[in-house]
């Protein structure tokens, strides 16, 4: 596959697979609304730089509650039929995925999976077992988790992803600061672009992407919902392809794909909390404005009617 190219090229790759009897073209930097399980057949051998992936973690069936928008409700409300598999099938999808993840990455290509806190050593073992080398486990923290609401177990407030190698070592690791190069990334829920039920912190993949790719590199995500890795992907000047099954997430995608605001195409500061605190100092800062403004109008209003009195 072509993988070199600026960002928006339209490089595309001829697969010799069939579908619909015709010559199956792939494009990059596409967001392909197919089954992530069939359609990843399509992509060649040692042909990514980079995996950063967030499959269904299969809990949509626990009696768990979660939050969307400002909803709160059962997960099973809130993620429906994509996460919700018989565990043996769950099992094969997971394998499976794992497998082609390890056939499409190139030779010392790194991959960064989440998964189910339940399941993660699970299937540390079973990438362990495809191929893959373990590097390490890194977690997303929430400084603000949703309450208990039964208080009969502790709050929710991580999640991990495995981080492995096809290889020894990865071909690249740009260490970008002490801060930045930890395995803990902290944020606060409720900052997101969309309406996506498991939109995964933006700052934390492109830290990711920062880290493990170089500009022009591919990134691949079999499973990229609300479309957090082509953003960041693509913001940052690399290359990206993935599926996503169901419209109207791909939808919400393309919407934030092709959205190039100020605050959608570079955020502020990769960190969550300076974010919020310089969003509150700007939002301060236009305050101050307006009301010097309304002051300044009123002292000019009534300046005038003095001098027209006087
Ligand atoms: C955990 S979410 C990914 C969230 C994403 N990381 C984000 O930040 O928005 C998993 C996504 O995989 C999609 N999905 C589930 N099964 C799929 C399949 N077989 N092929 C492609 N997408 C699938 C779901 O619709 C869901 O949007």
Known sequence: MGTTGAVG???IKKSTVEKNAGEFMIEINKIHNLDCIKAIKLIDDESVDLIITDPPYNIGQENKRTKVGNV????????GEWDDYEPAEFELFFTNYLKECFRILKREGVMYCFSARKDNGFYIHKAVDIG???????AIVKDNPLPHFAKTNFRSAFELCFYVCKGDKPKTFNFISQQECVNVYRYLIGIKDTEHPTEKPLNFFRRLIKISSNEGDLVFDGFMGSGTTAVASKQLNRNFIGFEINESYLAMANKRLSQNTLFNVQRFHDNDFINLWLNFGLYVGVCIVIVISLFYGI???KNYVKNKNG
Do not use: D, G, P
């Open 72 to 79: 709160i409700m059962t997960n099973k409300e809130a993620w």
């Open 132 to 138: 893959f080398t373990y590097l390490n486990s890194l």
């Open 9 to 11: 090229a339209q490089t």
């Open 299 to 301: 002292m000019q209003r």
